[in-house]
């Protein structure tokens, strides 16, 4: 017996992605249209060791807004893809090329879009332990030797709170020292007061560090 169709289900709600998903997503979609398959001969070459290179390979590029605000990294052949399919311009090169029979082209290192792009605003980056390490360049913040562990100020078993203010690097002998103490009361001082990075943080975190040819755009992620 035809019972006819299934009823249609109620579409929920949607719900606005990250900021990079957003940036990943315009990325990915432009790398779906024809300026892609001009960057196939490219990709190949690539593959083949036929991209002159020094003696690393093209690595990621710095994707910005409109507004040079940082949007996302990303790999360089995928910037070269926003560049071709004029989605975006190039704003600093790394001295890689992509070479291919009918191209010649400069790996981009930094590229702008060339339409806005909407991004829910974020207060703060997510904290993570490499973040810390990153954010106190891998030194204790109490001695200033070289950090192994991450410390709680005030430990969270007496209502500490996990955050960036509440969180330092720490060697080995200081996280021992400390224990279940606040710095005073374990006869320690704080080095410097732990801090939020601002949101572009997140992108350091990333990739590791600030690249010296983006630390215009990325230079004041470590700043509170």
Avoid: Q
């Amino acid at each position: 017996m035809d019972v006819g169709p299934p009823p249609m289900r109620a579409r929920e709600p949607a719900t606005a992605p990250p900021a990079d998903s957003i940036a990943g997503g315009l990325v990915t979609a432009v790398s779906t249209n024809g300026a892609a398959r001009r960057t196939d001969g490219v990709a190949g070459d690539a593959r083949r060791g036929g991209v002159a290179t020094n003696g690393r390979g093209p690595g990621k590029s710095l994707v910005l807004n409109v507004t040079m605000e940082p949007l996302c990294v990303v790999p360089a052949r995928r910037a070269l893809v926003l560049v071709l399919a004029a989605k975006a311009d190039v704003v600093a090169t790394n001295g890689h090329r992509y070479r291919s029979a009918t191209l010649d082209l400069a790996a981009p290192s930094v590229v702008r879009l060339r339409r806005f792009v909407h991004v829910p605003y974020r207060r703060r980056a997510a904290l993570s332990r490499r973040g810390v390490f990153i954010r106190d360049r891998n030194a204790c913040g109490y001695c200033g030797s070289g950090a192994e562990n991450v410390d709680h100020i005030v430990p969270r078993s007496r209502g500490g709170a996990h955050e960036w203010e509440n969180v330092v690097a720490a060697c080995r002998r200081c996280n021992s020292r400390k224990k279940d103490h606040t710095p005073e009361e374990a006869g320690m001082v704080l080095r410097a007061r732990p801090y939020a990075p601002r949101a572009a943080f997140w992108l350091v975190v990333a990739v590791g560090g600030v690249r010296p040819d983006w630390h215009d755009y990325l230079g004041d992620a470590l700043d509170a």
